[in-house]
């Protein structure tokens, strides 16, 4: 169970990839498609290094600073949650999160070292220009989303699914085969 309480998982999709495949880009412009078919999405981005997440000098980051395990900062409408943590949450918790936020799909970008648990699936982001082979092979992902003809037809013999990194709603419209649409 997570540390939240909650054993709700919603679906994660993990998009992994090199730097600047477009990982971001695509996450971006799936979001409000997914979002205008009722899915209520959440989104998480890891970090490999400790980048300050709140703003150096508010009262929340001023909260943080004197001790405070959790600061809150609350708006009209957005509510903003720093967590001081001894380690970084897996996927498995996030999800969690995103369930009892009243979201039903969380989109993941560059949890690359997140083991494959269930629930989850990852999918490598892959662009041409970059010319460098995906960090994962068609075994450990669930597919590739790629502008490569070639890398696509390899994974494609391999039996992964494809999906073309120009075509965002035909990903979008999978989803909602996948799991439904709310």
Request: aromatic share 8%; net charge negative.
């Given at each position: 169970?997570?540390?939240?309480?909650?054993?709700?998982?919603?679906?994660?999709?993990?998009?992994?990839?090199?730097?600047?495949?477009?990982?971001?880009?695509?996450?971006?412009?799936?979001?409000?498609?997914?979002?205008?078919?009722?899915?209520?999405?959440?989104?998480?981005?890891?970090?490999?290094?400790?980048?300050?997440?709140?703003?150096?000098?508010?009262?929340?980051?001023?909260?943080?600073?004197?001790?405070?395990?959790?600061?809150?900062?609350?708006?009209?409408?957005?509510?903003?949650?720093?967590?001081?943590?001894?380690?970084?949450?897996?996927?498995?918790?996030?999800?969690?999160?995103?369930?009892?936020?009243?979201?039903?799909?969380?989109?993941?970008?560059?949890?690359?070292?997140?083991?494959?648990?269930?629930g989850v699936e990852r999918y490598v982001i892959a662009r041409k220009e970059r010319l460098e082979e995906p960090r994962f092979s068609p075994e450990q992902c669930s597919g590739i989303i790629s502008d490569d003809p070639v890398l696509a037809e390899?994974?494609?013999?391999?039996?992964?699914?494809?999906?073309?990194?120009?075509?965002?709603?035909?990903?979008?419209?999978?989803?909602?085969?996948?799991?439904?649409?709310?």
């Amino acid at each position: 169970m997570a540390e939240n309480g909650s054993d709700r998982m919603i679906p994660v999709i993990s998009l992994v990839g090199r730097k600047n495949s477009g990982k971001t880009t695509f996450i971006s412009s799936l979001i409000p498609l997914l979002e205008a078919r009722g899915f209520r999405v959440a989104c998480v981005k890891q970090h490999k290094h400790d980048v300050p997440v709140d703003i150096v000098g508010k009262d929340s980051w001023l909260y943080s600073q004197a001790g405070a395990s959790c600061s809150i900062m609350s708006t009209s409408k957005q509510l903003s949650l720093v967590h001081q943590r001894e380690q970084m949450a897996d996927l498995e918790e996030l999800s969690c999160i995103a369930a009892q936020s009243g979201c039903n799909i969380l989109l993941a970008e560059s949890f690359n070292s997140s083991p494959c648990i269930r629930g989850v699936e990852r999918y490598v982001i892959a662009r041409k220009e970059r010319l460098e082979e995906p960090r994962f092979s068609p075994e450990q992902c669930s597919g590739i989303i790629s502008d490569d003809p070639v890398l696509a037809e390899q994974w494609r013999q391999a039996g992964s699914l494809v999906f073309e990194l120009n075509e965002v709603e035909s990903f979008a419209n999978f989803l909602c085969e996948e799991y439904g649409t709310y």
